[in-house]
């Protein structure tokens, strides 16, 4: 492309790496974070419910909304990739492409990653009852 | 520009790639990280703090202790808060030579600082003649996660009155060198925020449930 | 252009001594003190670290000793806690970490083509702060007064109820007070990789090594906190009354281990992270090509340095969490082993598709990927839950663990060793002695731990001083100490040749393997400003490449020189785009008091001299306040208006 993007296309193009990058992971850690403390929580209260909500449904918001934000992170990095797959001339914009490109390799696969081991996460959430002990 | 014209500049192969976090300084990522570990551990604090309170069960504070009047809380979040205004008004001042806007901020921030460390004291004394550290876990848990932010407070005043003390004299700070300015400032900030998490957790979260 | 010297094409002769006189330091005994070369701080690093491994190795040697025969009465049971926890204590946080950041503060600045790291001053305060640590924690075991609670430290056994003494105060103030360095190295190391690396490199053309070591410090500074809170929690249950683990007044035994072992877990891949990270800088010389898979191997570091965080409720089996809970965390667990997986194959490929040389630094790779493979397959055998439950606490987990870290840390460090010592003393060392040490290591290795699975499985628990003559104990004990016997002799072949390189070794060359980082373009040892020229970096593998070797030679220019100051490059964080130049500091006296205020503050917590701590507390902050007093500078320079 041959448009040159000001500032603020710049930097949202910037934030975008990142999160095509680290999207995967920081939803991964959400999950965690919240159907731990959640499931725990909640029963250790003797309840099957969070306020309105019944806890099983609490619990897989926990599973889905972060395996979307994942999803989306994967096709942010593969958005970059596809972006980076022709390397342009001049060192500088040489490695620039190529320092993206490795970052949206590492990001597919992290977004790949995390989003197993999330959806492992719904899968127990499926055949396991919340507040078994 | 419209909101196309918008997404396809920002996903165009030169925004995506551009250096972005760039041109800071070592110092500044220095401080970062402290502030990441610091901050890290006060997570960690305050995790133990909910962990003790659920795994407890019962009521909340436990052995008959009532829940923290707000007040004071309030009036010391009132006081710290905004004391970090102060802070950047200098360093905005700084950065363009004003010394004079330097001082001023950062004597202003001392008072807000110093009052603040007061409160706590004064919190101290009534909270004193009800339960001690050695009360019960609920009691060790509130004075060690206040007094280990009160201490953070006094670090920061020290830093802020080492600014001081040093900007007084010529030949120390200007619009080329600030960074000592800025990194303080990062760290005062840091010490804000965690306050607010410590009265969510301290003072709010009892009265909630 | 300042080609002109015809010896050195690149800087000239007046550079060099510019140079010369601005980094070297005078031998004498204040420069001991105060150097602020990461060179030499690394070296001391690296010995310091190496010994408290004697230290942990002797304990462990006695405690072999005890054991060959049951019933043995040659230590008392309180000696043998005391040494098995100083053991494993040791080696997990006074060798493992400080050695390969030992290396790391070697190598990092070498390797990405700098002058020194970020904070010099800092690098030597955290030096300063490792020794004494150490030395406070060792102190305490010739007066009987060691850590005596195995090395998680689990309470309500540490409570002081249950261990009175100083034993476990030694432990938690040991460990803060050592926390204060390894924080402040970890923070170094980030910020020399993000700012200093040399003009060009790019974060595709960061070597792997560095990958790994920041990684570890990424996972040191959001792990590290937690066991920080948990031995401050400990410490102050132990001394002032609090009740945080007393589930009488409130608190709860299991704040501990979830807190341990938010640390512990992500602790095993700080510990194996940066070994790792050596394999993948000694493959490349000894197979001839880059370590297959670049990208991937990134990839794997990065995840595994974030999964490490959430899995740590797999250490807590027999404490009853709702099997939902449960769940989410064995998913990472499970998950965790294929980037780990994904390495070891890179490996392989890289080994398969290039040219092998098998020399000694080699060999240690090998037998790291042997020992570290088998640790996985046992560690596997823990996802299921029943066998776990079966062997928990038995010696089965004393092997399984021995296994990961033996081979997953001291096989590579071993590498380590061979690998850099040419650079490192500028001497070779002796292949054949080197062949004898890593086949009487390896043998004795596996030796010992092998047979622990097997009577582990038998059911002999660990942490026993002694054991009654069962079937199938004795003999299989007899056998491990004997192997541990011929492990001591491997390693002291080890020492052996350290020592022989460095008396009568032959010169080492500048590049005596062929290898592919920066470090390999520089003299052997390194001068004290590393590189006369600072490199232009145009691939992955600069020492390999025409364009990025003559940018040290014919094609350096003045403003990659710096010899006018103590300089080095900044550039910028993701590409290495050249920023500014920056002054070092200086040598200075400072980092070393205050380590000493601080070993003076911790000691004297510990002895409960209050006022002295305060005291102490007092001269830690005026060094600091003195330490970061800003210089004077005209006011021009400054940019000042009012
Ligand atoms: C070099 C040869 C080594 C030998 C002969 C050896 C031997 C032993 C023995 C006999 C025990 C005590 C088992 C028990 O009574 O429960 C032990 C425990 C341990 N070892 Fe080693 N070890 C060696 C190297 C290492 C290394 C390199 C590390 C880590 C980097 C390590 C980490 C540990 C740990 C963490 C424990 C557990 C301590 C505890 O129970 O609290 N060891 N080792």
Known sequence: MSTHPGPRARLAGGLLLWYAVLGGAIAWAVHLIAGWSVDELTCAGGSERVGALPLRTAIGLAVVLPALATVGALLAAALLWRRTARTPQGVEPERRVGRSRMLAVVGIWLNLLFLTIIVLGGVALIVLPPCQR | MNARGGIAAATSTEALTTEQPVGRSAGWWGMVMFVATEATLFACLIGSYFYLRFQHGGPWPPDGLTAPTLARPLLMTAVLLPSSLPVVWAERGIRRGQRWRLRTGLAVTLVLGVTFLILVATEYAEKLREFTITTNAYGSLFYVITGFHGFHVLVGLTMISWLLVASLRRGTFGAHRHDRVRNAAIYWHFVDVVWAAILFTIYLSPRLS | ?642
């Open chain 3, 1 to 642: 252009m300042s080609t002109t010297a015809a010896s050195t094409p690149g800087a000239s002769r007046e550079d060099l001594a510019r140079l010369e006189e601005r980094w070297a330091e005078r031998p004498s005994l204040r420069s001991w003190f105060s150097t602020v070369d990461h060179k030499r701080i690394g070296r001391r690093y690296l010995v310091t670290a190496a010994l408290f491994f004697v230290l942990a190795g002797l304990s462990a040697l006695a405690m072999r000793t005890q054991l060959a025969r049951p019933e043995s009465r040659l230590l008392s049971p309180q000696e043998y806690n005391q040494l098995f926890t100083m053991h494993g204590t040791a080696m997990i946080f006074l060798f493992a970490t400080p050695m390969l950041f030992g290396f790391g503060n070697f190598l990092v600045p070498l390797m990405i083509g700098s002058r020194d790291m970020a904070f010099p001053k800092l690098n030597a305060f955290g030096y300063w702060v490792f020794l004494f640590a150490g030395l406070f924690m060792w102190a305490s075991l010739p007066f009987g007064a060691a850590p005596n609670g195995g090395w998680f430290a689990y309470v309500p056994l540490t409570e002081e109820r249950n261990t009175p003494g100083l034993h476990m105060d030694v432990y938690t103030l040991g460990l803060l007070f050592l926390g204060i360095a390894t924080t402040a190295a970890s923070i170094n190391f980030i910020v020399t990789s993000l700012k200093l690396r040399a003009p060009g490199m790019s974060l595709n053309r960061v070597p792997l090594f560095v990958w790994a070591i920041v990684a570890t410090a990424f996972m040191v500074i959001f792990a590290l906190p937690a066991l920080n809170v948990d031995n401050a929690m400990l410490f102050l249950d132990r001394r002032f009354g609090t009740h945080f683990f007393d589930p009488e007044h409130g608190g709860n035994v299991l704040l501990w281990q979830h807190l341990f072992w938010i640390f512990g877990h992500p602790d095993v891949y700080i510990i194996v992270m940066p070994a790792l990270g050596i394999v993948s800088a000694v493959l490349p010389a000894f197979t001839r090509r880059g370590v297959v898979g670049y990208a991937l191997v990134v990839f794997a570091m990065a995840s595994i340095a974030i999964i490490s965080f959430g899995v740590w409720v797999h250490h807590m089996f027999a404490t009853g969490l709702p099997p939902l809970s449960y769940g989410f965390f064995s998913a990472a667990s499970t998950i965790i082993t294929i980037p780990s997986g994904i390495q070891i194959f890179a490996w392989l490929a890289t080994m398969l598709l290039g040219r092998l040389v098998l020399k000694v630094p080699l060999l240690f790779v090998i037998g790291f990927i042997v020992t570290f493979v088998l640790g996985g397959f046992t560690g596997a055998m823990f996802a299921l839950t029943a066998f776990d439950q079966q062997v928990t606490d038995s010696y089965f987990v004393v092997a399984h663990f021995h296994y990961v870290l033996i081979g997953g840390a001291l096989f590579p460090i071993l590498a380590a060793v061979y690998y850099w010592l040419p650079k490192i003393t500028g001497r070779m060392y002796h292949e054949k002695l080197g062949r004898w040490a890593f086949w009487l290591f390896f043998t004795g290795m596996h030796l010992t731990f092998f047979p622990m699975h097997l009577y582990g499985l038998f059911g002999m628990p660990r942490r026993v001083y002694t054991y009654p003559d069962e079937p199938g104990w004795g003999g299989w004990n007899l056998v491990s100490t004997a192997g541990s016997y011929l492990l001591a002799i491997g390693l002291l072949l080890v020492l052996i040749g350290v020592i022989h390189a460095v008396r009568r070794g032959r010169p080492a060359p500048p590049d005596p393997w062929g290898g592919d980082s920066l470090e390999w373009s520089t003299d052997s040892p390194p001068k004290p400003y590393n590189f006369p020229v600072l490199p232009q970096v145009h691939s992955l593998h600069p020492t390999w490449d025409d364009a990025s070797r003559t940018s040290m030679t014919e094609g350096a220019t003045d403003d990659r020189i710096l010899a006018r100051g103590r300089q080095t490059l900044v550039t910028s964080e993701l590409d290495g785009r050249r920023e500014r130049t920056v002054e070092m500091p200086e040598a200075s006296l400072q980092p070393l008091l205050l380590a000493l205020a601080l070993l003076v503050f911790f000691t004297a917590l510990l002895f409960a001299w209050y006022p002295v701590a305060v005291g102490a507390a007092l001269v830690v902050a005026s060094t600091i306040a003195v330490w970061l007093w800003p210089p004077r500078r005209p006011d021009q320079e400054l940019g000042v208006s009012a």
